[in-house]
């Protein structure tokens, strides 16, 4: 199994950039998927393949990648944006892990 | 359109099984895996397993495997997770995710909450 590291909480001002990082050996190899997760519903995807957007997902969030070291960026933040953040990535036969999930609060 | 409905909220005692269900509709049933993900109170996401329900193939987490089944039923477009030896520590929200490629989530079910308490 592998494991897959994020910053328990990002916090910044409406207006501005938030950038989440994921961090695992494994990224070096497998895609990184990122889910947003409000309170009580369940995971949206936003980002897909490290770098796309799915349909309907605003293009103020945008994923990169370097190394063993994803990020998910969020341009122009806004107060809808305040959520929880999980990274996944997935092995060859199809056994997923997440991240710990990252706190975005729009001050 | 793509929709994953979850079976209703359940109440459990230690040591009993529980079955969620996921109906899905929208789409090919055979064309993708389902996967359970699920998230005890204040943590995150734990994958638990998929089914393929093109030939019922499955696969588990290392942590779950023994205590869950994960089945499909083609006939009525619906996947099964069932949890057994159940112990507080399995009260969590359950969801349904279908995998593209097996590799992620594109849609999920709404989640259905387990509580397991004597």
């Known amino acids: 199994s592998y494991e897959l590291t994020q910053p328990p909480s990002v916090s910044v001002s409406p207006g501005q950039t938030a950038t989440i990082t994921c961090s695992g050996d494994?990224?070096?190899?497998?895609?990184a998927y990122w889910y947003q997760q409000k309170p009580g519903q369940a995971p949206l995807l936003v980002i897909s393949?490290?770098?796309e957007r799915p349909s309907g997902i605003p293009e103020r969030f945008s994923g990169s990648s370097s190394g063993t070291t994803v990020t998910l960026t969020i341009s122009g933040v806004q107060a809808e944006d305040e959520a929880d953040f999980h990274c996944?990535?997935?092995?060859?036969?199809?056994?997923?892990?997440f991240g710990g999930g990252t706190k975005l609060t729009v001050l | 359109q793509v929709q994953l409905v979850q079976s209703g909220a359940e109440v459990k005692k230690p040591g009993a099984s529980v079955k969620v269900s996921c109906k899905a509709s929208?789409?090919?049933?055979?064309?993708?895996?389902l996967h359970w993900v699920r998230q005890a109170p204040g943590q995150s996401l734990e994958w638990m397993g998929w089914v393929n329900p093109g030939n019922g193939y499955t696969k588990y987490s290392q942590k779950f495997q023994g205590r869950v089944s994960i089945t499909a039923d083609t006939s009525a477009s619906t996947v099964y997770m069932e949890l057994s030896s159940l112990r507080s520590e399995d009260s969590a929200v359950y969801y349904c995710?279908?995998?593209?490629?097996?590799?992620?989530?594109?849609?999920w079910g709404q989640g259905t909450l387990v509580t397991v308490s004597s």
């Open positions: 995710a279908r995998a593209p490629d097996n590799l992620f989530g594109d849609y």
């Open positions: 996944q990535s997935a092995d060859s036969g199809g056994a997923w892990v």
């Open positions: 929208g789409y090919s049933f055979v064309g993708y895996t």
């Open positions: 393949q490290h770098t």
């Open positions: 494994a990224l070096a190899k497998q895609f």
